[in-house]
């Protein structure tokens, strides 16, 4: 990881962007703005979480390590929240790990500094309650889908997923990086990506993932992805409104 300066343009995570622009002026210099790199790891289970994140761009995943140190993933984290929501709860470490999974960048605060910041009464506190119910309903929704849904449709899912959070059809993942993340065999990943690319849905080529058809990827998937998307953008329009 490293320090970004100038920053490339100004915060783009929906959460800071959302806060009353007297209360951001005073948050601002509290957070420096870091480079985050593909695969990096920003926590680790158990570890004490020493920063938390608001994403600019990119995507960072929330993934469960189980005893064998099968990885699967449990939740996506793009410029629509923050990472080391469990300071926000009153837990000092992180009960995933949390790993880049489309490199971009992230504004991020020392956790003594973020405690002060998001007191009950503050703004920032408001927001975060209402990101945390659209989070912890990924999390439930995710495990339904790992044990109910097709690698198919959770690739599907994942795909689609990932698009919303980096805002465009194109991103960079390899077939080994979705495997982890699916919590499957790379070859299981290999044949569905390759059925879909037949179907022109999507187009893979060294490390490039492009959606073509984003309906018709949609209509693949499982349901967890329209009910995810349902809240967030629910969750999304109460928080335009309050900006009105």
Known sequence: MSLVYPPRSPVENRLLS??????????????????????????????????????????????????DSTAVEVALVGNEGMVG??????????????????????????TDV???SVKPDSPLHALLLRYTNTLMLQLSQS???????????????????????????????????????????????????G????????????GQMTILDHQGLEAVSCECYRRVKEEEDASRGIVQSKQL
Request: proline residues 5%; positive net charge.
């Open 85 to 110: 929501l469990s300071i926000f709860l009153g837990v000092e470490t992180s009960l995933h790990e949390a790993i880049v999974q489309v490199p971009g960048e992230a504004m991020r605060m020392k």
């Open 195 to 206: 059925g879909l690319q037949k179907a022109g849905l999507i187009r893979y080529s060294r």
């Open 114 to 116: 973020f405690k002060n």
């Open 18 to 67: 959302a806060l009353p622009s007297e209360f951001k002026a005073r948050l601002l210099p509290n957070l420096e703005l870091v480079e985050l790199s593909y695969k990096e790891v920003l926590y680790q289970p158990t570890n004490p979480i020493e920063y938390v994140y608001f994403p600019n761009h990119g995507v960072v995943s929330l993934v469960t390590i189980l005893e």
């Open 143 to 193: 495990t339904a889908c790992i044990s109910h849904h097709s690698v198919k449709e959770r690739c599907c899912r994942w795909l689609l997923m990932t698009c919303d959070r980096v805002h465009s059809d194109k991103f960079p993942i390899t077939h080994d990086f979705l495997a982890k993340m699916l919590g499957v065999r790379r070859a299981g990943v290999t044949v569905v990506a």
